[in-house]
Each structure stands twice: as C-alpha cells, then as structure tokens.
C-alpha cells in the first residue's frame, strides 16, 4: 500500500486470513472461542459499515456541529450501559457509569478543543471522542467489575474490619485499592510502551495518510495522554462509585454471589 492509498475489500479480505488461522489456534487447543471470534468478526464488520456510512453526513463541513454532539452524548450513553451489563449485580451502576463517562468526554473534550489542541470540527469531534470515551470504558468496566468481585470475594474480611467500627470504605480500602491498580495499569504500561513495543493507531493511521511523521507523533501524544487521564478519571469514578452503590445505608455491605476461581 503505498502513502495516501486506502485497503480495498480485497485486502479487507485477506486480512481475514489471520483471523481464521487464529480460530484453529484456538480450536486447537480446544478454547471453545471459534464462535465468539467468529460472531466478534461479524458484529465490527456490520457496525463499522454502518458507522462508516453514518460519518459520511457527520464529516461534511456543511452539516451543523449538533449532529456532532449528539453523536458524542449516544457514545457516552451507549458506554455507560456497557459497563452497566459487565456488573450487572451493582444496584444503581449505570448512574455511576454514566457519570464516570460523562465526567472523561467532558474533560477530555475540553482539553482538546478548549485549550485549542485541535479545530472543533465534525470530523475531528467525534473520532476524538470515541478515542477518549472507548479507552475510557474499558478501564470503567474492569473497575466496576473488579471492585464487585473483590467486595465478593473479601466480605468475611470486609465484614470483620466493619465489626470493628472501620467504614465500609476503609475496611474495603486493601482490596478496591488492587481492583483499581488492575483497571489502570494496561494504559500506565501502554503509555510507557509507545514507540518501542507498538505503534498506536492514530499516528500510524496519519503516517499511512501522508501525514510527516513529527506531526503524527506529535498528535499521537497529545491523544494518549488525554486517554490516560481519562482512564484514571473513568476507574475511579466507577470503582469508587462501585463501592458506594455496595454501601447500605447502615453501613454494611451488600451480599454478592462470589466469584468462581
């Protein structure tokens, strides 16, 4: 492919390929996650077919930047809901998750279009806040989950600490603290990686297109270090807010079904 060309459905096709070397892998070794892949495969090929004729109106420079924002606020909604289903045992969660979302576009997009990092525009709102939002999600949903599964899994610990007199926020504090450590560390580790073990999406993408690669770098960075903040803005809120929603008004612990080894 040479700079500025795009895949055409034949090396969409072929890049298939990989992907059932990977389900016979899995078969193989018998992982049972031929159909997930295989129906993983499917729903992005759909989705990302409808998104891509959805954008073609989004990006015209013609169509009022509402359209835009409504578009970012149905991406923070459907997020929300996301991590809502990941714990679905957390009474209230998607309140939680939708402010944990609500709070990392609006940031971010402040960041980045307040403080003028770039142009606020219909092709550079969306795809921005997709990038802050979806990374953002992924660490809401481990927080979310982690937390519930610790509060679980610990509640005779938990239980001793509140026999005690501790709150449920301090005799929790050693198994939320870890359950929070894991939601962010993928992106701490990530950000450290860039440049020597991978090279991110964006900034190959702008490379691909013809953009120098200084100016691709330069826009890379200033997105990853908007993620990272998002993810520890969206960990916390939720795995906090997790907790918040286990709380009981007398101070005790709401019983979960403990985790499976």
């Known amino acids: 492919m040479n700079g500025g060309d795009v895949v055409g459905w034949a090396g969409l096709a072929v890049s298939l390929v990989f992907v059932l070397a990977a389900v016979a892998l899995t078969w193989q070794q018998g992982l049972r996650l031929g159909r997930p892949i295989v129906v993983a495969v499917a729903r992005s090929l759909a989705q990302m077919a409808v998104v891509g004729a959805a954008l073609v109106p989004i ?25 809502a289903r990941r714990a679905p045992d957390v009474p209230g969660l998607f309140t939680v ?35 802050i939002v979806g990374n953002s999600m992924k660490a809401a949903v481990v927080g979310a989950a982690r937390v519930s599964e610790a ?6 610990e ?20 870890s359950a929070l450590r894991t939601a962010i560390s993928p992106q ?3 950000t450290a ?14 490379i691909l297109a013809g953009v120098a690669p200084l100016e691709a770098v330069r826009t890379q960075l200033a997105l990853m270090y908007v993620i990272l903040a998002g993810v520890v803005v969206a960990a916390l809120t939720a795995g906090l807010g997790t907790l918040t929603r286990l709380t009981t008004r007398d101070q005790t ?3 979960l079904a403990r985790t499976d080894a």
């Open 97 to 131: 998750a939708l402010l944990a979302m609500g709070l990392v576009a609006g940031m971010g997009l402040a960041v980045m279009f307040g403080l003028g990092i770039f142009a606020l525009e219909g092709r550079t709102l969306v795809p921005v806040a997709g990038m």
């Open 193 to 206: 990686a860039l440049g020597i073990v991978f090279l991110p999406g964006a900034m190959t993408g702008l």
């Open 158 to 177: 938990i239980e001793a600490g509140l026999a005690l007199g501790m709150t449920p926020r301090r005799a929790s504090l050693r198994f939320v603290r």
């Open 188 to 190: 701490v580790e990530q």
């Open 253 to 255: 612990i709401v019983a």
């Open 59 to 83: 990006v015209d420079p013609d169509t009022p930047l509402a359209w835009s924002w409504a578009w970012v606020a149905a991406i923070t909604v459907f997020a929300a809901v996301t991590v």
């Open 151 to 156: 509060v679980a899994d610990a509640r005779p």
